[in-house]
């Protein structure tokens, strides 16, 4: 069965600042997909970005990037310049098959 | 539509009652998920529907709940026998066939009282 962790139930930055946050997962398929949903208050889940996982390469979309470690399951996401509408619930998430299986979120806050 | 669309936005009944859920579906997606958000947590996996059958419902937690997509857009999530452990957000999510681009709607809040 897949798993997906975040261990960050909440963060917080500074317009303007970068943020990290963290996400594990654990899977047992060799082709799989990650993703970043962004949730706020309106409940609609945003894709934010998305990673092939037999792609090297870290995938970017203009100020939100990953870092994304196969070997060691690991799938961070990093917004530059942070706004505030960027303040929402994020969610990390896998898909094998066709279903998605997403982490617990972390609930981001962006003081001005 | 322009979005995948869910009504009610908001529904509360009574313990022991049946409800109905709906997602309305962009339309041309085959592919329709429900999953279930309770409070606190990340989504959970329900169903999921090619077409008019459900190719995966190993996520529904027990036969008091029921999908169905008869014409192969809208579909309707049933329950039966609300329970208050139910109350949640019920959120529907379409795509194209073979796309791993997911749409979501904005969901249902289910509360039972």
């Known amino acids: 069965a897949q798993t997906v962790t975040q261990s960050q139930p909440e963060m917080s930055v500074q317009e303007a600042e970068t943020v990290t946050l963290s996400c594990t997962y654990d899977?047992?398929?060799?082709?799989?997909?990650l993703f970043w949903y962004k949730q706020p208050p309106s409940r609609q889940m945003i894709l934010v970005i998305r990673?092939?996982?037999?792609?090297?390469q870290n995938a970017t979309e203009n100020r939100f990037s990953v870092n994304f470690q196969k070997a060691a399951k690991s799938f961070s996401l990093k917004i530059s310049d942070s706004q505030l509408g960027d303040a929402a619930m994020y969610f990390c998430?896998?898909?094998?098959?066709?279903?998605?299986?997403f982490g617990q979120g972390t609930r981001l806050t962006i003081n001005p | 539509g322009a979005g995948v669309s869910q009504t009610p936005s908001n529904k509360v009944t009574e313990k022991g009652k049946y409800v109905e859920l709906r997602c309305d579906p962009i339309?041309?997606?085959?592919?329709l998920y429900w999953y279930r958000q309770s409070l606190g947590q990340g989504p959970e996996f329900l169903i999921y529907?090619?077409?008019?059958?459900?190719?995966?419902d190993s996520g529904l937690p027990n036969d008091r709940f029921f999908a169905v997509r008869p014409e192969g857009s809208v579909s309707t999530l049933k329950i039966q026998r609300t329970e208050r452990g139910d109350s949640a957000v019920y959120l529907c999510?379409?795509?194209?066939?073979?796309?791993?681009?997911?749409?979501f709607g904005q969901g249902t809040r289910l509360t039972v009282v």
């Open positions: 998430a896998h898909q094998g098959a066709q279903k998605l299986v």
């Open positions: 529907f090619q077409g008019t059958g459900a190719a995966d």
């Open positions: 899977t047992s398929e060799s082709d799989y997909y």
């Open positions: 990673q092939e996982a037999y792609k090297q």
């Open positions: 999510a379409s795509s194209f066939q073979g796309s791993t681009e997911a749409f």
């Open positions: 339309s041309g997606h085959t592919a």
